[in-house]
């Protein structure tokens, strides 16, 4: 990718009665992060967090192709769609995917087959575009938010309609 652009990607797993050691006991799998509702955030502040969570971050550099970063977690996570499934019944579960550009315009194309690879694991697609100034640091700071911020977000569950007010009525 071009100096500049980065892309990060992870399965997050969040609510208020979450314990992160049972995810990582359920899935099999070592959490990048974790943090329990009611403890303080990084920083001076007294902020403290909303909701618990469990975080699994693809372990490529930041300035992979989108690709490799879901191929790793999808790779990771497919085995374990059955318990992943039955995880999103109790808590709050997403594949997450923040992505900044040099200048602020650009993209990234994911093939059918990883689309449908996606789909299959029956939970959200989140994908968060960050400013091209600073994004990082931004990214860092949001990384384990329990309110997970998103300007696109593909639900492939129950509800397939877009978010209210998201889509302006044309009369169509």
């Known amino acids: 990718m071009d100096k500049g652009k980065w ?3 992870s399965l997050r797993v969040s609510g208020d009665a979450l314990q992160p050691d049972e995810i990582g006991s359920l899935l099999d799998l070592k959490p990048t992060k974790v943090h329990l509702k009611g403890e303080p ?7 403290v967090w909303n909701n618990s969570l469990w975080l699994l971050q693809s372990p490529s550099s930041d300035d992979c192709e989108p690709a490799q970063h879901l191929e790793w977690l999808l790779n990771s996570l497919e085995p374990k769609a059955g318990i992943i499934k039955d995880i999103a ?7 997450f995917c923040g992505f900044s550009s040099e200048n ?7 093939d ?6 996606i789909a299959s694991l029956g939970i959200p697609f989140a994908l968060d575009l960050y400013p091209p100034e600073g994004a990082a640091e931004t990214i860092a700071e949001e990384e384990g938010q ?13 509800d397939t309609s877009p978010p209210a007010g998201c889509c302006r009525d044309t009369g169509r």
């Open 146 to 158: 329990s309110v997970m911020p998103t300007v696109l977000t593909h639900r492939n569950d129950r």
């Open 112 to 117: 059918a087959q990883m689309l449908q690879r």
């Open 104 to 110: 602020g315009q650009g993209g990234f194309t994911l």
């Open 89 to 95: 019944d109790r808590f709050r579960v997403e594949l």
């Open 41 to 47: 955030r990084p920083g001076k502040s007294k902020l």
């Open 7 to 9: 892309f990060r990607a």
